[in-house]
């Protein structure tokens, strides 16, 4: 009989015991995995198996992150006795068949492994190479399987790592020489498709554990492993002060008789305070008082305190909140600022210098183009405590925005900052006219380094450059417009079809923002708004005292509705339409649009936790929503770069573009509209800019 390759549904509880017996056969080589990363892997449609005779002799668990247009391939494994009937051919291209709409699929292995040959049989190529870490230090081969899209997407992503910290019970299990009986949870963490994903990082209440180890053999083995971690040091002082507040929320909301004494309570709440103080968000622990405190840790420190499963099995959503944390800009603490003449020799300090760009040499830099005959813009931002954060220096050159200097501080935000500062460059280019971005600063800060490739960044003439594609139309019109931005660059043209699938489209419009290709598969969405959640969010209607453009309309946002579905996809674009308020003037007009990233369906306190870092709802406030609602649920819209049209788009103007083009809409809840219509209100409202 022909080998049948089946998609596991979580419910499928025979198919996934089998696969998960079938990767227990194989830990050596592909790592540990726990039975409910199987499921979950399972109910995301993340598993195959491939069947023969009624038997299981083969499987692939794979990954969609939300955020990443490829597949995460964790694990390939065929029965050995069942090898050479080409079922890892057959699972692969299924994988392919399912998911074309992704860029390929990526894939980890062990150099000494040798199946090198057997990776290329299967089309893989190889892509870069990274450290394990594993006790031996093995190397990690990176394979890459292409799915034929566009070229120009090669190397454009940034897998920015979600670091963990982990207390001295996680690190035995990991480090040990003499692991416990529960270290198997643990050691999941090394298993080699997370190497380049997540990153553990040591703090220095594990270095006091360390020391108090008893066995002196032990104690060095330890010590010795540790030294193989990120290394964290965050100020003491304010560790201390977290600590105190942490330890009494624990005791007002536990009580004292469910845990320890202070003094062994604070030796735990310290990873805690660590973590919150260096700027981290994940806090791995198997110690049941750490997870029975896990709330108290979030309120007071705004730290996840997870077990290691949840790592394996949630790695996307806990790097996305840690990573990007848009909703700590929403206030109006952060300000820009031209840098004030002779102030030069203050950034030092600040900004990290290297090579011929060190010491007063970046002074004297910034210096020269102060007073160079080209006009430069010299922008700073600084931090409520007016700390310079960030320093970017710009001028126009032709079509080309230039930006000489792109730095970040070292700052708890530093990442949220870097991405913003990208998007507001795109923003400041499309409206000096340039069709190019390009950033010549030699020694640009690793943080915005990272996310430019995000946002369609590549590597050219030793800096990194950006193709600014102001088009809304066909695949036809945007692929001439870049084609005359790639000519500015030098670059080879890029041919669009028509029909792109939603997923590759979103792509191209994320890359070649402000590009909007209109006869693509990727839908759009009318979205009605209440004015005071759009003056949250977007400062429209705007208040007395407005936030700047620059920084209140941070990158990624969350929006709350009624549970029930209206067709809602993913990717999408949305449109907003401002609702009426208490006044005319309030509402009744579309005033900006953003590009749908992720829909889900849940109970509100479970929504709140999961989306907190992006948004303005408070919990209470996701609830009354849910109580509205007859399923007792809310469903929660993760959008990102949002435009605020120049010009709103109001009511009337709404219904007469519908009305010209034979269509039409609701305004009573989420609807899906046209293409045609979406590209109407795009242009009427950047219509005279």
Same mark, same amino acid.
């Given at each position: 009989?022909?080998?049948k390759i089946v998609p596991v549904?979580?419910a *499928?509880?025979?198919l996934?015991?089998a696969?998960v017996?079938?990767?227990d056969?194989?830990t050596?080589?592909l ?9 979950t892997?399972? %109910?995301?449609?993340g598993?195959l198996?491939a069947?023969?005779?009624g ?6 668990l794979?990954g969609l992150?939300?955020?990443?247009p490829?597949v995460r ?9 069942h ?8 699972? &692969?291209e ?7 709409d ?8 062990r ?5 090198s040959?057997?990776w290329t049989?299967?089309?893989f190529?190889?892509?870069g ?6 006790r031996?230090g093995?190397t990690?081969?990176?394979?890459w399987?292409?799915? $034929?899209?566009?070229d120009?997407?090669?190397g454009?992503?940034?897998?920015a790592?979600l670091?963990?910290?982990v207390?001295h019970?996680v690190f035995?299990?990991?480090r ?5 009986g529960?270290?198997a949870?643990?050691?999941? @963490?090394?298993?080699?498709?997370l190497?380049d994903?997540?990153e553990?990082a040591?703090?220095?209440q594990?270095h006091?554990e360390l020391r108090?180890?008893a ?7 330890q010590?010795a492993?540790s030294?193989?971690?990120? *290394? ?10 977290r ?10 909301? &536990?009580?004292g008789?469910?845990?320890p004494g202070?003094?062994?309570? @604070?030796r735990?709440?310290h990873y805690v305070a660590e973590?919150?103080?260096a700027?981290? *968000? ?6 049941p008082?750490l997870?029975?405190?896990a709330?108290v840790?979030?309120?007071i420190?705004?730290?996840k305190?997870?077990?290691p499963?949840?790592v394996?099995?949630?790695?996307d959503?806990?790097r996305?909140?840690q ?10 603490e ?6 004030a ?5 203050e950034?030092i300090?600040f900004?990290?210098q ?8 970046f002074?004297?830099?910034l210096?020269?183009?102060?007073g160079?005959?080209?006009v430069w813009h010299?922008?700073l931002?600084?931090?409520g405590?007016?700390r310079p954060?960030a320093l970017y220096?710009w001028a ?6 230039t930006?000489?200097?792109l ?9 949220t900052?870097?991405? *913003?500062?990208?998007?507001l ?8 006219g ?5 950033? %010549? ?13 995000d946002?369609?960044f ?9 193709l ?7 695949a036809?019109?945007?692929?001439a417009?870049?084609?005359e ?10 041919a ?5 699938p939603?997923?590759?489209a ?7 923002w402000?590009?909007?290709?209109m006869?693509?598969q990727?839908?759009?969405f009318l979205?009605?708004?209440e004015p ?7 400062? &429209?209607?705007a208040?007395? @005292?407005?936030r700047?453009?620059?920084l209140g ?6 929006y ?5 579905r209206? $067709? ?8 907003w339409?401002?609702?009426?308020g208490?006044s ?5 007009m579309?005033?900006?649009?953003s ?9 509100p306190?479970?929504?709140h936790?999961?989306f907190?870092?992006l $948004?303005v ?11 509205k ?9 993760r ?5 605020i049209?120049p ?9 007469s @573009?519908? $009305?010209s ?9 989420l609807?899906k509209?046209s293409n045609k219509l979406?590209q109407?209100?795009?242009?009427e409202?950047?219509?005279g800019t």
């Amino acid at each position: 009989m022909a080998i049948k390759i089946v998609p596991v549904a979580e419910a *499928q509880a025979e198919l996934v015991d089998a696969a998960v017996a079938l990767g227990d056969r194989y830990t050596k080589t592909l790592g540990l995995l726990t039975p409910p990363a199987y499921r979950t892997h399972a %109910s995301e449609g993340g598993l195959l198996v491939a069947v023969d005779d009624g038997v299981v002799i083969g499987y692939a668990l794979f990954g969609l992150p939300k955020r990443s247009p490829y597949v995460r391939l964790a694990h390939l494994c065929v029965a050995e006795e069942h090898r050479g009937k080409g079922a890892a051919r057959l699972l &692969v291209e299924e994988i392919r068949r399912r998911h074309r709409d992704r860029l390929g699929i990526k894939a980890k292995c062990r150099r000494d492994y040798g199946l090198s040959e057997m990776w290329t049989s299967l089309g893989f190529v190889p892509r870069g190479e990274v450290r394990g870490r594993g006790r031996d230090g093995e190397t990690l081969d990176g394979w890459w399987l292409d799915h $034929g899209h566009l070229d120009l997407f090669s190397g454009m992503e940034s897998e920015a790592l979600l670091v963990v910290t982990v207390d001295h019970g996680v690190f035995a299990d990991l480090r040990g020489r003499v692991p416990a009986g529960e270290a198997a949870e643990s050691q999941a @963490l090394e298993a080699g498709w997370l190497t380049d994903l997540v990153e553990i990082a040591c703090t220095p209440q594990l270095h006091h554990e360390l020391r108090d180890i008893a066995d002196t053999t032990e104690r060095k083995h330890q010590r010795a492993a540790s030294q193989g971690l990120r *290394q964290v040091t965050p100020d003491a002082d304010a560790v201390a002060v977290r600590s105190r507040e942490l330890l009494q929320a624990a005791r007002t909301v &536990v009580g004292g008789n469910d845990l320890p004494g202070d003094t062994e309570l @604070l030796r735990r709440l310290h990873y805690v305070a660590e973590t919150s103080c260096a700027g981290l *968000q994940v806090l791995v622990t198997r110690d049941p008082v750490l997870r029975q405190l896990a709330d108290v840790a979030w309120n007071i420190a705004r730290v996840k305190v997870v077990t290691p499963s949840v790592v394996t099995m949630h790695v996307d959503e806990l790097r996305q909140a840690q990573m990007y944390r848009p909703a700590d800009l929403m206030g109006t603490e952060f300000r820009a600022g031209e840098v004030a003449p002779g102030a030069e020799a203050e950034l030092i300090a600040f900004f990290n210098q290297s090579g011929d760009d060190s010491g007063s040499g970046f002074a004297r830099r910034l210096q020269t183009l102060a007073g160079d005959t080209v006009v430069w813009h010299r922008e700073l931002l600084r931090d409520g405590q007016g700390r310079p954060v960030a320093l970017y220096v710009w001028a126009m050159d032709g079509r080309t925005l230039t930006v000489p200097v792109l730095r970040t501080a070292a700052h708890a935000l530093e990442e949220t900052l870097a991405r *913003q500062m990208l998007f507001l460059l795109k923003r400041l280019g499309r409206d000096c006219g340039a069709q190019v971005v390009r950033v %010549s600063d030699p020694f640009p800060s690793p943080a915005a380094k990272a996310a430019a490739g995000d946002d369609g960044f590549f590597e050219h003439e030793g800096g990194l450059a950006s193709l600014l594609v102001d088009a809304c139309g066909t695949a036809r019109e945007v692929e001439a417009v870049a084609g005359e931005a790639a000519r500015e660059l030098g670059r080879a043209e890029t041919a669009l079809q028509a029909d792109l699938p939603a997923g590759v489209a979103g792509v191209v419009e994320r890359v070649w923002w402000p590009a909007k290709v209109m006869d693509s598969q990727l839908p759009s969405f009318l979205v009605p708004i209440e004015p005071r959640w759009s003056t949250e969010l977007f400062n &429209v209607p705007a208040t007395l @005292l407005p936030r700047s453009d620059e920084l209140g309309i941070s990158r990624e946002h969350v929006y709350y509705r009624s549970s029930g579905r209206r $067709g809602e996809s993913v990717p999408a674009r949305l449109l907003w339409y401002v609702s009426k308020g208490s006044s005319h003037e309030e509402g009744q007009m579309v005033v900006g649009c953003s590009r749908l990233d992720e829909v889900v369906i849940d109970q509100p306190d479970a929504l709140h936790s999961k989306f907190e870092h992006l $948004g303005v709802y408070g919990r209470e406030q996701v609830r009354d929503i849910a109580r509205k609602d007859a399923s007792g649920r809310a469903m929660a819209l993760r959008f990102s770069d949002t435009e605020i049209f120049p010009r709103v788009v109001p009511l009337r103007r709404l219904n007469s @573009l519908a $009305g010209s083009l034979g269509l039409q809409f609701s305004l009573m809840s989420l609807s899906k509209i046209s293409n045609k219509l979406f590209q109407a209100v795009y242009e009427e409202g950047h219509r005279g800019t």
